[in-house]
Structures are given as structure tokens and as C-alpha cells.
T-cell receptor
Framework: GAGVSQTPSNKVTEKGKYVELRCDPISGHTALYWYRQSLGQGPEFLIYFQGTGAADDSGLPNDRFFAVRPEGSVSTLKIQRTERGDSAVYLC?????????????FGPGTRLTVT | AQSVTQLGSHVSVSEGALVLLRCNYSSSVPPYLFWYVQYPNQGLQLLLKYTTGATLVKGINGFEAEFKKSETSFHLTKPSAHMSDAAEYFCAVSSTGGGNKLTFGTGTQLKVEL
């Protein structure tokens, strides 16, 4: 079956612009996670959705970052007034549920470059 | 708070040699431990996980890891390296009650030489 997909695969934007990154999870997965992977680092947790609600957004670095999942499926990560430090690979993962230990399935990521 | 330390950002082995990738964790609650592999331009793939029970965990592609609570370690091993094992490997920790969000180490790039 289809895995987690992310669009676009690459995004180049100018400093100060607004960007949206999209994640399509595996069908039926209720939990969805966003991580950010900077060069030479491991992925860092940003936000976790259980269904439509953000159950944990403690990893969002500041109020320029926001994510939604209005229908409990597709999620969009939104970054306002982008900064060069936002350049990274943004990873999305989904799992059957956030309660209990279920495997997280990762998408290929969106590489964001802020010039 | 939880954290993971992976010793050695780059490891090089000969084909057929033992692979040993080191991972130490810090957690104030019983941890769940994971190893993920990342091939170029691909998403992270789960190799194996420890939750409870048997401390020696076997995963895909011949990898295994042993949870040692006394050493706070979860090292990844494979008896005989293959060229196809060349990739980046990440150790991660999570715990119950946190939605299973993962805390990753900085990764180890494995190179396999002929």
C-alpha cells in the first residue's frame, strides 16, 4: 500500500516568505508527527497530532511555526516569515495510534532552503 | 527529559566484518528504544525496537540490539557487514504518556568497504 507522502520534495524560498509543507499519512493512521532534521543532526520533534487535535506541540521552535490537520488525515506545516535558520529537511511520520507503541512510518521529507 | 548519544558519527568496516554501532540513552522513566536506518533520499525505516521483555532484540536485515539497563545502552550489531548496509543509522528513545514522540541521536554514517 501507499506510504507516507510529502510535498513538495524540495522548496526554495526567500527570507521573509511564507511556506506550507504538506503531509499525506498512511490511510487509517490516527497519529501524525512532524520532525525537523538539520544538516548533520538527527530528527527533532516538532508536533504530534492524535486525530485532528495537536496533542503535543512542545517542539515548535517559535510562533512562526504552525501546523493543522483539519480532517484528521492530511496535515500542513506552515512557516511564516521564514529565516535562513529554518533551512532543514522536514519529516512527517504517521502511526496507527499515539497511544501504545506502534511503529512510526516516515515520509521522504521536504527539503526547505531559505535564501 | 530524554536524550540519546551515539558515539562515532562515522564508522567504517570491511565487507564481512562485524558491525557495532553504539547508542547510550538517558531517561527518567522506562524507555522504549529504537534503531532506524536512512538510505540516501529515502525516509527513515525502522530496523528494530525494544519495549519490554527480552532484552536481545532482532530486527530486519540481520541486525540485532541488546538493551542493557545497567549500562544505559542499546548498541546495534550485525555479525557480517554487506555493501548494502551502507547508510545512516539513528538510535531513538521514547516513553509512554508522551504520544510516543521520538528523541533521536545525531546518527552514525556506516561505510562498508570491499
Amino acid at each position: 500500500g501507499a506510504g507516507v507522502s510529502q510535498t513538495p520534495s524540495n522548496k526554495v524560498t526567500e527570507k521573509g516568505k511564507y511556506v506550507e509543507l504538506r503531509c499525506d499519512p498512511i490511510s487509517g493512521h490516527t497519529a501524525l508527527y512532524w520532525y525537523r532534521q538539520s544538516l548533520g543532526q538527527g530528527p527533532e520533534f516538532l508536533i504530534y497530532f492524535q486525530g485532528t487535535g495537536a496533542a503535543d506541540d512542545s517542539g515548535l521552535p517559535n510562533d512562526r511555526f504552525f501546523a493543522v490537520r483539519p480532517e484528521g488525515s492530511v496535515s500542513t506545516l506552515k512557516i511564516q516569515r521564514t529565516e535562513r535558520g529554518d533551512s532543514a529537511v522536514y519529516l512527517c511520520a504517521s502511526s496507527v495510534s499515539g497511544t501504545g507503541i506502534y511503529e512510526q512510518y516516515f515520509g521522504p521529507g521536504t527539503r526547505l532552503t531559505v535564501t | 527529559a530524554q536524550s540519546v548519544t551515539q558515539l562515532g558519527s562515522h564508522v567504517s568496516v570491511s565487507e564481512g566484518a562485524l558491525v557495532l554501532l553504539r547508542c547510550n540513552y538517558s531517561s527518567s522513566v522506562p524507555p522504549y528504544l529504537f534503531w532506524y536506518v536512512q538510505y540516501p533520499n529515502q525516509g527513515l525505516q525502522l530496523l528494530l525496537k525494544y519495549t519490554t521483555g527480552a532484552t536481545l532484540v532482532k530486527g530486519i536485515n540481520g541486525f540485532e540490539a541488546e538493551f542493557k539497563k545497567s549500562e544505559t545502552s542499546f548498541h546495534l550489531t550485525k555479525p557480517s557487514a554487506h555493501m548494502s548496509d551502507a547508510a545512516e543509522y539513528f538510535c531513538a528513545v521514547s516513553s509512554t504518556g508522551g504520544g510516543n514522540k521520538l528523541t533521536f541521536g545525531t546518527g552514525t554514517q556506516l561505510k562498508v568497504e570491499l
